[in-house]
C-alpha cells in the first residue's frame, strides 16, 4: 500500500497560483506513474494530469493545458501540480493518485492509491 500526502491548497483569487504537492510513502515500486484529479461540489472526480514514472511524459485534460503543470521529483517521492491563471471553475478537492503503470494515465481505475485531498477554493 502507498500513502499519500496532498499539501498546498487554500483560497486564492482568479488569476492567481497555488502549488500543491504530493509526497509518497511505504510500497512505492521501482517504477510509477502520478496523477492529480479533482472533484467540485456535485460533481464526478475528474482527471486534471498525469506523469509518466521519468517525468519525460505527461498528459493534461483540456481544461488545464497551459495553465497547470505537472513534475515530481523521484528523490523525494513528491510530484507536484502548478496551478496558474486559476479561474473560479477550478475550485474543487484535488487529489493525487498512484499507479503501478509507469506511464501517464488518466483513466481513475488505473490507480490503486489515492490520497486524502487538498481543497483549492478560487474566488472572482
Known amino acids: 500500500q502507498v500513502q499519500l500526502v496532498e499539501s498546498g491548497g487554500g483560497l486564492v483569487q482568479a488569476g492567481g497560483s497555488l502549488r500543491l504537492s504530493c509526497a509518497a510513502s511505504g510500497r512505492t515500486f521501482s517504477s510509477y506513474a502520478m496523477g492529480w484529479f479533482r472533484q467540485a461540489p456535485g460533481k464526478e472526480r475528474r482527471f486534471v494530469a498525469s506523469i509518466s514514472w521519468t517525468g519525460g511524459s505527461t498528459s493534461y485534460a483540456s481544461s488545464v493545458k497551459g495553465r497547470f503543470t505537472i513534475s515530481r521529483d523521484n528523490a523525494k517521492n513528491t510530484v507536484y501540480l502548478q496551478m496558474n491563471s486559476l479561474k473560479p471553475e477550478d475550485t474543487a478537492v484535488y487529489y493525487c493518485?498512484?499507479?503501478?503503470?509507469?506511464?501517464?494515465?488518466?483513466?481513475?481505475?488505473?490507480?490503486?492509491?489515492w490520497g486524502q485531498g487538498t481543497q483549492v477554493t478560487v474566488s472572482s
Open positions: 493518485a498512484w499507479s503501478p503503470i509507469a506511464t501517464p494515465v488518466y483513466e481513475s481505475w488505473r490507480y490503486t492509491d
